[in-house]
């Protein structure tokens, strides 16, 4: 007889982690540990070519050859929306077995946690955005960028940072191991200003260069019929200089009117763009309060 009780369904959810642009599941560790001292399951998933799968060139090592890693394609090209909900899909399936699961997603991770809604909804329990996308009045997060709300994000002024066209390498490519201090500033400033340079470097390198541009520019209109009755929560932060507060209002806003009988629930955090994984405890009460 095994020494193990037998894995049954349970009532308690599962939580499904799915981070952003140029991250992992190595960004949710901090979450992992508090959703356990809560008693909580949780999965984080590596969308394709992140995680493990990633792509790091010797261009990108040190000493850099910048015009080497501008002519490296990358692994990513011609990774859709579409592959990253067939990830999450298949997570999403075989956890249900067990019990009810809630998909997370934080900043781009929101555009495939609501497509990986649409498909399954019958699998999905509930929907947490951590200033994240969800679109419904314009087609993917390129779109929304041209909006007003948008004004106010410092990401415009992160362009210098990447590197090659992304036409030719099938992605967008950032050098996050640049030493340069005005570009540091910058992308402090617009990812985690609240919080010291140390906890900021420490961030910063477990980014990897490369990400989808197809992901981005997909188009990802949530359903109402699908992903529309599914129970979601939003998690406001409202130091984020990458993701501004008022284009966070915007999404649950436009998001509430295309579903006035099954609204966002709306947590607020004081806090920058990537600074919530420092406050994971807080997140993590957010995510499992009743509400």
């Known amino acids: 007889m095994s020494a193990y009780p037998s894995v049954t369904a349970s009532t308690s959810p ?54 080497a890693l501008a002519d490296t394609a990358s692994m990513l090209a011609g990774v859709t929306l579409d592959d990253n909900v067939d990830r999450v899909a298949e997570v999403v399936t ?90 540091l500033r910058a992308l402090k400033e617009a990812t985690m200003a609240d919080r010291s340079d140390v906890e900021f470097m420490a961030f910063l390198n477990i980014l990897q260069p490369d990400e989808s541009i197809e992901v981005m520019v997909a188009h990802a209109t949530a359903n109402p019929a699908t992903w529309g009755r599914v129970p979601r929560k939003f998690v406001r932060l409202t130091a984020d200089r990458s993701l501004p507060i008022a284009m966070q209002d915007r999404i ?23 600074g919530f994984i420092h406050h994971s405890a807080e997140v993590a009460r957010m995510l499992t309060a009743a509400d």
Request: with cysteine; glycine share 8%; proline share 8%.
């Open 14 to 67: 599962t939580f499904v982690l799915v981070h952003g642009s140029g991250t992992s599941s190595f960004m949710w560790a901090p979450l992992q540990r508090e959703l356990a001292l809560l008693g909580y399951r949780s999965y984080a998933v590596d969308l394709p070519g992140h995680g493990l799968e990633a792509q790091y060139p010797v261009a990108y090592q040190a000493p850099q050859d910048l015009a």
């Open 94 to 183: 075989r956890l249900h077995e067990h019990g009810p699961v809630i998909l997370v997603g934080a900043s781009l991770g929101g555009v495939t946690i609501t497509a990986t809604a649409d498909r399954l909804p019958e699998l999905v329990d509930g929907l947490v955005y951590i200033s994240a996308w969800a679109c419904t009045t314009r087609p993917s997060p390129v779109a929304y960028m041209s909006e007003p709300e948008f004004a106010d994000s410092l990401l415009p002024g992160l362009a210098p940072l990447n590197v090659g066209d992304p036409a030719v390498l099938g992605a967008g490519r950032a050098n996050y191991r640049t030493a340069d201090p005005e570009m």
């Open 252 to 274: 649950i806003a436009d998001a509430d009117a295309l579903t006035p009988d099954n609204k966002f629930s709306v947590h607020t955090l004081d806090t920058s763009h990537a």
